[in-house]
């Protein structure tokens, strides 16, 4: 057979990768019938259900079709039905991502008709979503007009654009990096040391600038290191900030640390990755003020507005130092140059970060998922009220936790939470204080009504609460105190 005749035989065969109209109804059915029941179920499920041995036999792909119903069934039994359901409103391990709903319908479009997101020209429309979503944060955390940002698939990816834009606006190449200094301080999430080391800056002298009272960066003792090290002949240039550590929810002063960064001609940074969402509420606002003098910050949608997993932001100040940073072509982009000039892909110095539209022009990626219709359609259609509102109830959440365990026998907390998180823990009348509450962790555990996770503070083993599930409410906090009170009594009493 030659290969018109082959290709004629092989155009009239089946094609079960084409569905048809009837066939795809049938599957929707099924996953949203899946879905329902799933989003139904979360509350009543456990909120941490242990792995199956018996789980890479289920998940192995084989060459033999089976139908969607028995694909969801292995769905259920060996991913849903493993590990913790990060969805509940009793789980305060970590940070909780929210996932509501509308952020899985905006994920299906967005995977439905596949619009590009990286280049404009191939999707103006899906780009100026993304960058109103991004103006639109920007606006909130009081950022001028010359800021950029990008829609990452988390904090790790947005901190790394961040190191690598103020690397690129202080020109630090590597002959310089053993004179440059960084400070932070222990609390600093361990994305932005990782970002350090990817952008290659991991010589770069490191301070960690010493914890004040309240775990929050010491600006007297890191004026003392930046006068130490330029005594050394070294230039400081970069300060790390953390407006909501993991740890303990703390937010450093980040006035002073502006002030600093002025004084010093400095970049500072801003980890807002789970403290962000909180500049959406009048208080939190207020908690994170000075952030918008920040060089440049990172927020974690998929924290604290709720989303789906999978979308960080970084912002930068002065968007030119994030379009040096990512800005390149190659050949086979040059179709997309004679677009017009907004639309247009074209070689610099025509588009500067003023002209460029394009995602891949401010980002490491250039083909990416069209992330932004997740967070657009759940702000579309519910507005910004309810997510400014649940994030003021976080606060008080956080609040009344506080108050209402220090008034538990045996147990103390460090200074009131910044944001949501409240780290405490219980000190026995007798034995070892990081034993009891070790095992006061995993009696809380076995319970299965909440979940939470510890952490080590001062070499003392911590447990934490931390409050950030859209739909974690009153209720829930009184569940978690009653279910910490009755393990630690009966732990006390053995
Ligand atoms: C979660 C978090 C990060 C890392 O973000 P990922 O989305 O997990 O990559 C960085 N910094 C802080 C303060 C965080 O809470």
Not at 25 to 41: G, L, P, Q
Not at 63 to 75: F, G, H, K, M, Q
Not at 276 to 291: M, P, Q, W
Not at 453 to 469: E, K, N, P
């Amino acid at each position: 057979m030659n290969i018109r005749d082959r290709l004629e035989a092989i155009q009239k065969a089946p094609h079960p990768l084409e569905y048809t109209a009837d066939q795809r109804a049938k599957m929707t059915r099924a996953v949203i019938a899946y879905a329902e029941a799933y989003r139904e179920s979360i509350d009543s499920r456990p909120v941490y259900m242990p792995e199956r041995s018996d789980s890479d036999a289920a998940l192995a792909i084989h060459e033999e079709p089976v139908s969607i119903e028995e694909a969801l069934d292995t769905l259920a039994e060996h991913v849903d039905g493993t590990g913790q359901n990060t969805v509940s409103s009793r789980f305060f391990a970590y940070i909780p991502s929210g996932a509501i709903y509308p952020g899985a319908l905006g994920d299906y479009l967005a995977a439905n008709s596949n619009r590009y997101a990286g280049v404009a020209y191939a999707g103006p429309g899906a780009t100026r979503l993304e960058r109103q979503v991004i103006r639109w944060l920007a606006d909130e955390f009081g950022y001028p007009e010359t800021a950029r940002g990008d829609l990452t698939s988390g904090g790790s990816i947005a901190a790394l654009s961040a190191i690598v834009a103020a690397r690129e606006a202080h020109d630090i190449r590597a002959r310089d990096v053993e004179q440059t200094a960084i400070y932070q301080t222990t609390l600093t999430h361990h994305a932005m040391s990782k970002a350090i080391k990817v952008a290659g800056l991991e010589d770069c002298p490191m301070r960690f600038v010493p914890l004040d009272e309240n775990y929050r960066m010491n600006t007297a003792a890191l004026e003392r290191m930046i006068a130490a090290d330029l005594q050394a002949g070294l230039k400081p240039w970069l300060t790390i900030a953390s407006a909501g550590t993991t740890d303990l929810g703390t937010v450093d002063p980040l006035r002073p640390l502006a002030d600093m960064a002025e004084e010093f001609s400095m970049w500072l940074h801003v980890d807002a990755a789970y403290g962000g969402g909180f500049v959406l509420c009048e208080e939190g606002k207020r908690r994170l003020a000075g952030i918008e003098r920040s060089a440049s910050l990172i927020m974690n949608p998929h924290k604290g507005l709720f989303l789906p997993t999978g979308i960080g932001m970084v912002l930068v100040r002065d968007g030119e130092s994030l379009f040096r940073a990512y800005h390149a072509r190659g050949t086979y982009m040059q179709d997309l140059e004679s677009a017009g000039p907004e639309l247009a892909l074209s070689a610099e110095p025509r588009a500067g970060p003023e002209l460029a539209l394009s995602a891949c022009d401010f980002s490491p990626e250039l083909t990416r998922p069209f992330r932004g219709l997740r967070a657009w359609l759940p702000l579309k259609i519910a507005g910004v009220a309810p997510f400014r509102d649940a994030l003021e109830e976080k606060l008080l959440l956080a609040e009344y936790f506080y108050d209402r365990i220090r008034q538990i026998d045996g147990f103390v907390t460090g200074p009131p939470p910044d944001l949501s998180v409240v780290a405490f823990r219980y000190v026995p009348e007798r034995g070892d204080a990081d034993e009891f509450n070790r095992r006061l962790a995993e009696a809380i555990r076995d319970d299965g009504r909440i979940f939470l996770s510890t952490t080590t503070l001062d070499d003392v083993y911590t447990l934490r609460m931390a409050i950030l599930g859209y739909h974690t409410h009153l209720k829930d906090i009184d569940i978690a105190l009653e279910v910490i009170e009755e393990k630690s009594r009966e732990l006390a009493a053995q």
